[in-house]
């Protein structure tokens, strides 16, 4: 069986597989400090899943904390002015704090306050992650220090106010390349430290198994949300689903409930930065190699010596040098596709969608 | 019988312990590194582990990352790291060298090349510390087949399940990671080692090194006292950032920190 045929006869859903892999990719690629910790982690994630007290706990702060659902927009003007495909915003950007990020942050919060750890760490680069993290840390009474490359603090001042307003320590992170790869490094030499007591919350779907997993489990709500909504309102199944791709979980949480769903064209998209062939972006998928990295083998930005390398993305909620290993084997099985956009094209969309629909994304 | 067995032969037969000494290959300069492990053996030091710069030291404390920046600062790859294991044999063929590292950089290189290279520079083992046992078949294979010893850790955390299965896996000896933490970290707890080593002995019969937090003579002779040897790391990277514009008082000092640990573990035999 070939790679492309592999993604049309297994059953995507029965990924990662025991020992925590997607084909070739992801596992466990951790010192041995953190191994039982991570089986630990798994292992309280597996019991509590299905839990009906545990799931209608995070269905209600979803609810009434979050603000889920979140909209399914038609954009009318945005369709018309593009002349192709009818375009259908999830509106992701109304969830309190703003983004995504809070959809993970809940599910791993309650898992953490189930495992008894009164602490909690995060990484982040643009600061949406650490502002979710301080912000569940608040809402279920958790100690919270959120990492963060001393470069990226400089860039997003905004964001480190509000960590702090909710009670956060930021610490920032003066090695390597001062940014979010760096910060990850950081949180993960805390977390060999403090692991009896803290819990680790990775923003996004990479990381050590079962990151990637319950990550991606804990954002699926937007594709769950979306393929409903979908169906009431067009009718049917979407075409495609676009979505951009740094780490890749939102990417992930909208594509896996339509893995199966072989007619929906699923299509990542990664930062090019100022162009693939320029070295400056943010788009390993598309321009990368298979290296380890963080936890998890995937598609990474590395040079000939197995070095990481900076990356480059005018959006600073991409700029990661590696990619979540589901969509690292979704792209080798064919399921999914990955396209790559510049600074420069980010940038019209953003101003296109704010002049016709009124609505200010993130750049990504 | 390799480098690593005959000189663990040697000292059981001494009845003397095993002092293992860390630097990161190139640092603070490429030319630094040959001549210094020349020195340290001079100075008592049993084996060498040579770390191998990476841009991403998850597990290294602040001394050893900036250790790893002044390293990549000049540029020093993995087959820079193995022309000064090369270089080293042209005079030593006696004292074992274990490269300690992160997976990546032999990724980029490719397990069997890796594996054939290493050989053939005389280097002894590898530290991988970002590959435990269950992610390491595929390169476990090429390693064994040139008879290098893939070296695996223990940490506080190990559970005997697992315990078990490293000591299995482990080849040369067994590595005792003795903090939760980054390397450099505080100051070890003799009296835990020891009851955590009494629980690992009973899986291996490979000789058991503790390293993390080990800084001078005097808990070098009591964790040699309980174990089978030490490592030490940071204590002597930090000594070689103090004296990295000074190449004399670098040597000096370095040769002096290992004699001092060297002196204190022999009187405490």
Redesign the interface.
């Known amino acids: 069986m070939t790679d492309k045929q592999a993604g049309k006869n297994e059953n995507l859903h029965a990924f990662p597989d025991a ?1 925590g892999h997607f084909g070739i990719y992801g ?11 991570l089986t630990e982690l798994e292992q309280e994630y597996r019991s509590l899943k299905d839990d009906p007290a545990f799931l209608s706990e995070l269905e209600s702060d979803l609810r009434h904390y979050v603000g889920r659902e979140s909209p399914l927009y038609l954009a009318e003007r945005l369709t018309a002015e593009m002349g192709g495909a009818t375009i259908y915003l999830k509106r992701e950007d109304l969830n309190h704090t703003g983004a995504h990020k809070i959809n993970n942050c809940i599910g791993q919060a309650l898992l953490a306050k189930h495992m008894g750890k009164p602490r909690i760490i995060a990484e982040t680069g643009a600061g949406q992650h650490g502002v979710a993290s301080a912000t569940v840390a608040a809402r279920f009474g958790l100690a919270c220090q959120v990492y963060m490359g001393s470069e990226d603090i400089a860039r997003q001042s905004l964001n480190v106010y509000r960590m702090k307003l909710l009670g956060a320590e930021v610490v920032p992170v003066t ?2 390349s001062k940014t979010l ?2 910060a ?2 950081e949180a ?2 805390d977390w ?5 007591n803290t819990h680790y919350i990775i923003g996004t779907v990479a990381g050590p198994h079962p990151y990637p997993m319950l990550v991606r489990d804990f954002q699926s709500v937007i594709g769950r949300e979306t393929r409903a909504q979908f169906s009431s309102r067009h009718g049917g199944l979407p075409d495609a689903i676009v979505a951009c791709v740094g780490g890749g979980s939102n990417a992930m949480g909208i594509f896996y409930p339509f893995l199966e769903d072989h007619s929906v064209r699923l299509v990542g998209v990664e930062a090019a930065g100022l162009g693939l062939d320029s070295g400056q972006h943010a788009a390993p998928l598309n321009a990368g ?7 998890n083998r995937t598609y ?1 930005m ?1 040079d ?6 900076e990356t480059h993305s005018i959006s600073a909620g991409l700029d990661y040098p590696g990619v979540g290993p589901e969509h690292a084997w979704l792209k080798d099985s064919g399921r999914a596709e990955y396209v790559a956009v510049d600074d420069e094209q980010a940038l019209d969309a953003f101003r296109r969608l704010n002049r016709l629909e009124g609505i200010v994304p993130a750049l990504e | 019988m390799g480098r690593l067995g005959s000189t663990f032969g040697a000292l059981a037969t001494d009845g003397r312990k095993a002092l293992l000494a860390y630097v990161v290959a190139g640092d603070p300069e490429p030319e630094t590194t040959v001549n210094l492990m020349h020195e340290m053996v001079s100075a008592g030091v049993d084996a060498i582990e040579l770390g191998v710069p990476f841009s991403d030291p998850e597990a290294e404390g602040p001394v050893i990352q900036a250790a790893h920046e002044r390293a990549l600062a000049h540029h020093i790859r993995l087959r820079d790291c193995l022309d000064m294991v090369s270089r080293f044999r042209e005079t030593d063929n006696e004292t074992p060298v274990i490269l300690m590292g992160y997976l990546n950089p032999i990724e980029s290189m490719g397990y069997e090349a890796f594996a054939a290279r290493s050989a053939q520079a005389g280097v002894d083992g590898m530290i991988i510390v970002n590959l435990p046992p269950e992610e390491a078949g595929v390169l476990m294979k090429s390693v064994h087949a040139h008879d290098l010893d893939l070296v695996y850790l223990l940490a506080p955390t190990t559970t005997d399940e697992r315990a078990a299965m490293i000591c299995k896996a482990s080849r040369g000896f067994v590595y005792y990671v003795s903090l939760k933490g980054t390397t450099g970290a505080a100051t070890i707890d003799v009296n835990d080692v020891a009851s955590k080593l009494d629980r690992f002995r009973r899986f291996s019969s490979l000789p058991l090194l503790v390293g993390f937090g080990i800084k001078n003579g005097e808990t070098a002779a009591r964790v040699a006292g309980v174990s089978d040897g030490v490592v030490v790391g940071s204590a002597i990277v930090d000594l070689m950032a103090r004296n990295r514009d000074d190449p004399v008082g670098l040597n000096r000092s370095v040769v002096g920190l290992v004699t001092e640990i060297r002196q204190a573990m022999d009187a405490g035999r």
């Open positions: 020992s596992g466990k690629f951790v010192s041995e400090t953190l191994m039982t910790a090695s390597g790869k760096d990850l490094n993960m030499r060999v430290t403090n692991v009896d190699s298979v290296g380890v990295l963080h936890g990474l590395d000939e010596d197995g070095q990481i390398i």
